[in-house]
Protein backbone atom coordinates (compact mmCIF):
# COMPACT_ATOMS: atom_id res chain seq x y z
CA UNK A 1 0.00 0.00 0.00
CA UNK A 2 1.29 3.36 -1.11
CA UNK A 3 1.69 6.22 1.92
CA UNK A 4 -0.85 9.33 1.23
CA UNK A 5 0.22 11.70 2.71
CA UNK A 6 -2.06 14.29 4.02
CA UNK A 7 -1.70 17.95 2.74
CA UNK A 8 -3.84 21.33 3.19
CA UNK A 9 -5.61 22.67 0.43
CA UNK A 10 -5.63 26.87 0.59
CA UNK A 11 -8.94 26.92 2.92
CA UNK A 12 -7.43 25.18 5.77
CA UNK A 13 -9.75 21.80 4.74
CA UNK A 14 -7.09 19.09 4.99
CA UNK A 15 -6.89 15.99 2.58
CA UNK A 16 -4.88 12.95 1.18
CA UNK A 17 -5.79 13.43 -2.64
CA UNK A 18 -2.79 14.24 -4.52
CA UNK A 19 -3.16 18.20 -5.89
CA UNK A 20 -2.72 18.21 -9.61
CA UNK A 21 -1.69 20.95 -11.15
CA UNK A 22 -4.17 22.81 -14.34
CA UNK A 23 -4.31 20.58 -17.27
CA UNK A 24 -1.59 22.15 -19.46
CA UNK A 25 -1.19 25.40 -17.85
CA UNK A 26 -4.74 25.96 -18.89
CA UNK A 27 -5.16 29.46 -16.60
CA UNK A 28 -2.10 30.81 -17.22
CA UNK A 29 -2.39 33.77 -19.43
CA UNK A 30 0.10 33.18 -22.68
CA UNK A 31 2.95 35.59 -23.09
CA UNK A 32 4.90 33.32 -25.87
CA UNK A 33 4.20 31.04 -28.64
CA UNK A 34 6.85 28.28 -29.44
CA UNK A 35 6.99 27.91 -33.12
CA UNK A 36 5.27 24.67 -33.92
CA UNK A 37 7.49 22.13 -35.70
CA UNK A 38 7.78 21.56 -39.20
CA UNK A 39 4.55 20.63 -41.32
CA UNK A 40 2.39 21.28 -38.34
CA UNK A 41 0.14 23.97 -37.35
CA UNK A 42 0.12 26.45 -33.96
CA UNK A 43 -2.28 24.85 -31.81
CA UNK A 44 -3.35 28.42 -30.73
CA UNK A 45 -3.85 30.43 -33.99
CA UNK A 46 -3.97 27.47 -35.88
CA UNK A 47 -0.84 29.19 -38.52
CA UNK A 48 1.39 27.35 -40.14
CA UNK A 49 5.27 27.29 -38.88
CA UNK A 50 6.11 29.23 -42.53
CA UNK A 51 3.76 31.79 -42.29
CA UNK A 52 4.41 32.47 -38.54
CA UNK A 53 8.16 32.91 -39.98
CA UNK A 54 7.07 35.13 -42.62
CA UNK A 55 5.95 37.59 -39.74
CA UNK A 56 9.22 37.18 -37.57
CA UNK A 57 12.12 37.18 -39.66
CA UNK A 58 13.46 39.93 -41.74
CA UNK A 59 12.76 39.40 -45.51
CA UNK A 60 12.49 41.18 -48.68
CA UNK A 61 8.27 40.88 -48.10
CA UNK A 62 8.06 42.94 -44.79
CA UNK A 63 11.05 45.59 -45.73
CA UNK A 64 13.09 43.64 -43.48
CA UNK A 65 11.16 44.96 -40.70
CA UNK A 66 8.95 41.89 -38.88
CA UNK A 67 5.38 43.04 -37.86
CA UNK A 68 5.55 40.65 -34.88
CA UNK A 69 8.23 40.55 -31.97
CA UNK A 70 9.97 37.46 -31.49
CA UNK A 71 13.09 36.39 -29.76
CA UNK A 72 15.63 33.49 -29.70
CA UNK A 73 16.52 31.70 -27.08
CA UNK A 74 20.15 29.53 -27.09
CA UNK A 75 23.07 28.78 -24.96
CA UNK A 76 26.32 30.68 -26.09
CA UNK A 77 28.12 29.27 -28.85
CA UNK A 78 25.20 26.52 -29.78
CA UNK A 79 23.85 26.44 -33.24
CA UNK A 80 20.26 26.28 -32.92
CA UNK A 81 18.16 27.97 -30.28
CA UNK A 82 13.82 28.19 -29.34
CA UNK A 83 12.29 30.73 -31.37
CA UNK A 84 9.33 32.15 -29.35
CA UNK A 85 7.05 34.47 -30.66
CA UNK A 86 5.80 36.96 -28.35
CA UNK A 87 1.40 36.93 -28.13
CA UNK A 88 0.51 40.35 -27.80
CA UNK A 89 2.77 41.34 -30.75
CA UNK A 90 1.11 38.55 -32.54
CA UNK A 91 -2.36 39.25 -31.45
CA UNK A 92 -2.09 43.01 -32.25
CA UNK A 93 -0.66 42.41 -35.84
CA UNK A 94 -3.71 39.35 -36.57
CA UNK A 95 -6.74 42.21 -35.05
CA UNK A 96 -4.69 45.00 -37.54
CA UNK A 97 -5.41 43.00 -40.34
CA UNK A 98 -9.02 41.63 -39.04
CA UNK A 99 -10.03 45.53 -39.34
CA UNK A 100 -8.69 45.67 -42.80
CA UNK A 101 -10.27 42.97 -43.75
CA UNK A 102 -13.68 43.94 -42.07
CA UNK A 103 -13.60 47.59 -43.22
CA UNK A 104 -13.28 46.28 -46.94
CA UNK A 105 -16.22 43.18 -46.59
CA UNK A 106 -18.37 46.14 -45.37
CA UNK A 107 -18.06 48.12 -48.25
Known sequence: MKNKLQTTA??????IAPLAPAANGANLPIEFLRLPKPGTQCPVTGL?????????????GNGHRPPVK???LRQRGAKKGVRLVSWDSLKAHLYANLDG???????
Open 101 to 107: IEQGASK
Open 48 to 60: SRSYLNSLILPSD
Open 70 to 72: SVC
Open 10 to 15: GNGQTT
